[in-house]
C-alpha cells in the first residue's frame, strides 16, 4: 500500500516567519496530493490540493510544491501566524485509489 | 447542507466490552472511511466503504469490522475491547474514492477503555 512518510513532527516559527513541512510517497502512480488542518479539538479539514499534473499551486499565504520524479510535495505557509497553529496532515491515494493514507502530522506552533 | 455525523460523540467501555460507531455521510457521498487517530500516531486508516462493499483494509486485527448500508450509512464495530483501543475514530465520506476526492470528516467519536 501507499507509505507516506511526513518531516518534520515539530515545527516551531515565530510569527511572522515561513514553514515548510515535507511528505513523501511511495506509489509513482498516485496523482492526488491533499493537505488538511486539524485544530486542536477540532476535526481535519481540507486546506489546500495538488493534483499530479501540476507543480505549484498556491491559495493566498499557502502553496503546495509537488516533485514527482523525486516523490515528495510540501506545504509552505509564508508569513505564518498565530492561528496557523495546528496539526498539519499530508495524504496520498492507496495503491488503488480507494483511500487515502495519512502522513504521521506535523505540530506547527507558531510563537507571537 | 449537512455535514459528516458520528454517533455516540463520546463513550465509555470496559476491557472485553464491544462497541458499534455510526457514521451519517453527507447526502450525495457514497464512500465512507473510518480512521483512528490516536495521540502520536496520526491518523490510521482502518477500512473504506463504497456501495454497500468493503473496498480496503488497513492493518487492523479482525476485532475491527465495519459495514455501510444501503443509504451509505456506515457502522464500524470492535469486539473484546482492549485499553489500546482507546481513540478518537473518525470517518470521512467523499463522492467517490477514485483517488482524487476530497475528504469530509465527521466531528469523531471519542472511545475511552478502562
Known amino acids: 500500500g501507499e507509505n507516506v512518510e511526513q518531516h518534520p513532527s515539530t515545527l516551531s516559527v515565530q510569527e511572522g516567519d515561513s514553514a515548510v513541512?515535507?511528505?513523501t510517497y511511495s506509489d509513482s502512480a498516485s496523482n492526488y496530493f491533499p493537505w488538511y488542518?486539524?485544530?486542536?479539538?477540532?476535526?481535519p479539514q481540507l486546506i489546500i490540493d495538488i493534483r499530479s499534473n501540476v507543480g505549484e499551486k498556491k491559495d493566498q499565504r499557502i502553496a503546495v510544491t509537488l516533485n514527482k520524479t523525486a516523490k515528495h510535495f510540501s506545504l509552505h505557509i509564508t508569513e505564518t501566524q498565530p492561528e496557523d497553529s495546528a496539526v498539519y496532515f499530508c495524504a496520498a491515494p492507496s495503491y488503488n485509489n480507494?483511500?487515502?493514507?495519512?502522513?504521521?502530522?506535523?505540530?506547527?506552533?507558531?510563537?507571537? | 447542507k449537512a455535514g459528516v455525523t458520528q454517533t455516540p460523540r463520546y463513550?465509555?467501555?470496559?476491557?472485553?466490552?464491544?462497541?458499534?460507531?455510526?457514521?451519517?455521510?453527507?447526502?450525495?457521498?457514497?464512500?465512507?472511511?473510518?480512521?483512528?487517530?490516536?495521540?502520536g500516531q496520526g491518523l490510521q486508516f482502518l477500512f473504506e466503504y463504497f456501495s454497500e462493499t468493503q473496498r480496503n483494509k488497513g492493518n487492523f486485527p479482525g476485532r475491527f469490522s465495519g459495514r455501510q448500508f444501503s443509504n451509505s450509512r456506515s457502522e464500524m464495530n470492535v469486539s473484546t475491547l482492549e485499553l489500546g483501543d482507546s481513540a478518537l475514530y473518525l470517518c470521512a465520506s467523499s463522492m467517490d474514492m477514485t483517488g482524487a476526492n476530497v475528504l469530509t470528516f465527521g466531528a469523531g467519536s471519542r472511545l475511552t477503555v478502562l
Open chain 1, 21 to 23: 513541512i515535507k511528505c
Open chain 1, 37 to 43: 488542518k486539524q485544530e486542536l479539538g477540532k476535526r
Open chain 1, 98 to 112: 480507494n483511500d487515502m493514507r495519512f502522513g504521521a502530522g506535523t505540530r506547527l506552533t507558531v510563537k507571537p
Open chain 2, 11 to 39: 463513550l465509555i467501555k470496559t476491557r472485553g466490552q464491544q462497541v458499534t460507531l455510526s457514521c451519517s455521510p453527507i447526502s450525495g457521498h457514497r464512500s465512507v472511511s473510518w480512521y483512528q487517530q490516536t495521540p
